[in-house]
Structures are given as C-alpha cells and as structure tokens.
C-alpha cells in the first residue's frame, strides 16, 4: 500500500494535506483534562509527539485511570488513619464533611503533584 500526498492550491503554493490520525472516543476525567493542560503548555514536544502518533487519547486515559484510583486510595487511607468514619458521619455530620473535605484536598494535591504535573 502506497501513501499518496495530495495537495490544495494556496495562493501561488501547494500545500501539502496533512491529517492526524484517528483518535479512539474515549471519555476523560478531571485528572486527564489537567494533565493535558499541562502538557499543552509545558511540556509541548511531548505533547505534539502523542498528538501526531496518534497516542494522546489513549495517553490521558491511563493518566486518568491511574490518577483517580490513587485519589480514592488515598482518600480511604488517610480517612482510616485519622478516624473519620461513619460513626461519625452518624453522631455530627458537619464535622464529618469538614474534615473528608480536608481529607480530599490533601489526596487532591497528592495526585495532583505526582502523576498530573510531571
């Protein structure tokens, strides 16, 4: 099989019609949606890199992937240790909220520094 170039006339140059290659539809997170953020604006090679080989989609999925299931370990973890159950969801639930909140903010910074920012 041979690939043929076509071209489009612009002005007095021809131009060459260049196509990206097709991209699975997958649905992406959070975490995905940040991380591409930071490649689009810090790590621009390997972002144009993913993008023309076709492997960006599939790239920030595993990102995804991996990230939030980290965020959830985490988030079990740290409120095992610190003795936030549903015992005390029960007896004051405000306190419960406050502190899971403080909870999934730290898991949140976390991931966010480990996985989503390198």
């Known amino acids: 099989m041979t690939n043929k ?5 612009q002005g007095d140059y021809l ?3 260049l196509k990206l290659p097709e991209q699975p539809k997958v649905e992406i997170g959070i975490f995905g949606k940040r991380h591409l953020r930071y490649l689009e604006h810090n790590r ?3 972002y144009t890199n993913l993008l023309t080989k076709g492997k960006l989609t ?13 965020f959830f370990r985490l988030v079990k973890q740290i409120a095992e240790r610190e003795g936030v159950t549903e015992q005390l969801k029960a007896k ?10 403080n909870i999934r903010n730290r ?12």
Do not use: C
């Not at 599939?58 to 980290?70: N, R, S, Y």
């Open 58 to 70: 599939a790239h920030l999925a595993e990102i995804d992937k991996l990230a939030e299931d980290m």
């Open 5 to 9: 170039i076509t071209y489009t006339q």
């Open 15 to 17: 131009l060459p019609d």
């Open 44 to 46: 621009k090679i390997l």
């Open 107 to 118: 898991a949140e910074e976390i991931v966010n520094n480990e996985m989503i920012y390198q």
């Open 92 to 101: 004051d639930q405000m306190q419960w909220v406050r502190k899971m909140n």
